[in-house]
């Protein structure tokens, strides 16, 4: 099934920093979100993004949908402490025709730890 | 406001025991999903549910299982608990894909 290679696992950065992460597929994806989660809860939806070569902005996190629709980035401004958490990026892949996916494909996270 | 809530948020349980999870959504959304999260693993889909009486098997469905009686609510049961199924499950809903999934807060279950 398709996979989504997200990167860097783990980031360790200071107050102030600017911080980019990305995700990549060998499969075109029709949508990337970008989802969040604070320790000890479940990820929250950050942004959404659906045509190829998008970029959004959610304050200081902008996000971006590659032009090959096989990638995404995530980039986020001036770190404050309260961006610690993990970062998730999911997708929904391209189906062939008469084909249905309700389902989202998830990369496994990136770790960010901001030192204040 | 509309919410999905899950219960227990903690869970000690014995090897052999039958344990449910509770997974319950006053979204009205047709589509539910249960995750376990392990370090190292991400997110792994266990089961999922397009609607009433509808389940299918996730990536890690192997000695857990759901019924979907209801639009509300998708309990996850594990047949016989494991060392293996210690991990924190979390129970999502979905209107559309498109839109992402709503996440509960999750429930941290141990099995010793």
């Known amino acids: 099934g398709q996979q989504l290679n997200q990167s860097p696992q783990s980031m360790f950065i200071q107050e102030g920093e600017d911080v980019s992460m990305n995700c990549t597929s060998s499969?075109?994806?029709?949508?990337w979100l970008w989802y969040k989660q604070d320790p000890g809860e479940g990820p929250v939806l950050l942004i959404a993004?659906?045509?190829?070569?998008e970029l959004t902005s959610n304050g200081r996190l902008t996000a971006q949908f590659g032009i090959t629709r096989k990638d995404s980035f995530l980039n986020i401004s001036a770190s404050i402490p309260s961006d610690v958490g993990i970062y998730f990026c999911?997708?929904?892949?391209?189906?062939?025709?008469?084909?249905?996916?309700?389902?989202?494909?998830f990369g496994k996270g990136t770790l960010l730890t901001v030192n204040p | 406001d509309a919410e999905i809530t899950q219960s227990p948020r903690h869970k000690i349980t014995e090897t052999g025991r039958q344990v449910t999870l509770a997974c319950h959504q006053t979204?009205?959304?047709?589509?539910m999903f249960w995750y376990r999260q392990d370090l190292g693993h991400g997110l792994r889909l266990i089961h999922y549910?397009?609607?009433?009486?509808?389940?299918n098997k996730g990536e890690v469905s192997d000695g857990y299982s759901v019924s979907r009686s209801n639009t509300e609510d998708l309990p996850l049961t594990l047949e016989s608990a494991a060392s293996s199924q210690t991990s924190v499950y979390f129970c999502?809903?979905?209107?559309?894909?498109?839109?992402?999934?709503?996440f509960g807060s999750g429930t941290r279950l141990t099995v010793v």
């Open positions: 999502a809903s979905s209107e559309s894909p498109g839109f992402g999934y709503t």
């Open positions: 499969s075109i994806f029709n949508t």
């Open positions: 993004l659906y045509k190829a070569g």
């Open positions: 999911a997708g929904i892949p391209l189906v062939s025709r008469g084909g249905s996916n309700y389902k989202l494909t």
């Open positions: 979204w009205n959304h047709n589509n």
């Open positions: 549910s397009y609607g009433v009486q509808d389940t």
